[in-house]
């Protein structure tokens, strides 16, 4: 069998993601466009969903994870009175409800039960795995499963009211994972009914924002560097990034400063490696690019 020909292009592009297509639909745009079968995203957006996609190529899918954990900024709007199948204004209306909130109201919600660290059940349309399989798989079979809620945290939840009383409009900066729809459901619960999420934007992960984002057939690549600018940098001298490419873990000094990960550049400010801490005193490669 033929040996698959190594990537020629590595780097980040910042895609502003349309609606109506899927994240992986994005990934497919870009492989087509770049002529590059290694095209990854990090960050699932909805069909529906518009805003900043993370899309990583070549050398840089092997990253995506640790812009994965980058936290999200989303704005959207919350309907109140109206319950979907999908939390959101793609499915289909499951219950209605009689409701007159004030602002006050709303925000009162907010402040006390949905921001900051919260247990959130994540919603049946998802990408989640229950035992080797997507719960959005199972959903479409019309299969629900018991979810175990999981910690997020919620660093700023903002309501606006708009001429209608039942709508909404919301921001939110939130922790990787946190399900936006879901928020808005448990809103809707809070407030004596019912709610789903309409219009959903990601404005934002991480530093990476909507001002730099562009349309899949506009994006440009940022560097592998660059990829990484929300992570601290170490610059390393030739010899130790020698050792660095071999996999040696090395003594952890003044430069190695908080948890890490740290991306390790070397003189000419390429990306050469990410590495972790290894005890307390020592660092160790995590991923190596080649050369």
Not at 161 to 186: K, M
């Amino acid at each position: 069998m033929a040996r698959r020909r190594p990537a020629q292009v590595h780097g980040l592009a910042v895609v502003d993601k349309p609606a109506g297509v899927t994240s992986h639909d994005v990934v497919g745009m870009l492989r087509r466009r770049l002529h590059e079968r290694r095209v990854g995203h990090a960050g699932t957006l909805d069909p529906d969903a518009t805003g900043v996609l993370l899309v990583g190529v070549g050398n840089v899918t092997r990253l995506l994870r640790f812009l994965t954990e980058l936290g999200k900024t989303y704005t959207a709007e919350v309907v109140l009175g109206v319950e979907t199948s999908t939390l959101d204004a793609a499915g289909e209306v499951t219950a209605r409800h009689e409701m007159a909130v004030t602002p006050e109201q709303v925000r009162r919600a907010v402040t006390e039960h949905l921001t900051g660290p919260i247990m959130q059940v994540p919603p049946m349309v998802s990408a989640l795995k229950v035992d080797g399989r997507r719960l959005h798989e199972l959903a479409r079979e019309g299969i629900e499963v018991e979810r175990e809620p999981r910690p997020v945290t919620v660093h700023r939840f903002e309501v606006e009211p708009t001429d209608d009383p039942l709508v909404y409009r919301i921001e939110v900066t939130c922790s990787s994972g946190t399900y936006v729809r879901t928020l808005a459901a448990d809103l809707g619960h809070l407030l004596g009914g019912g709610a789903h999420l309409r219009t959903l934007r990601r404005t934002a992960s991480g530093s990476f924002t909507e001002a730099e984002a562009r349309p899949p057939d506009e994006a440009e690549l940022l560097t592998p560097a660059q990829a990484l600018r929300d992570r601290p940098a170490v610059t390393l001298d030739d010899a130790t990034v020698a050792l660095v490419r071999n996999g040696r873990i090395l003594p952890a000094d003044e430069r190695w400063q908080g948890p890490g990960p740290w991306a390790v550049l070397d003189t000419r400010g390429e990306l050469v490696a990410v590495v972790e801490r290894a005890g307390a005193d020592r660092i160790k490669p995590d991923v190596v690019l080649p050369v």
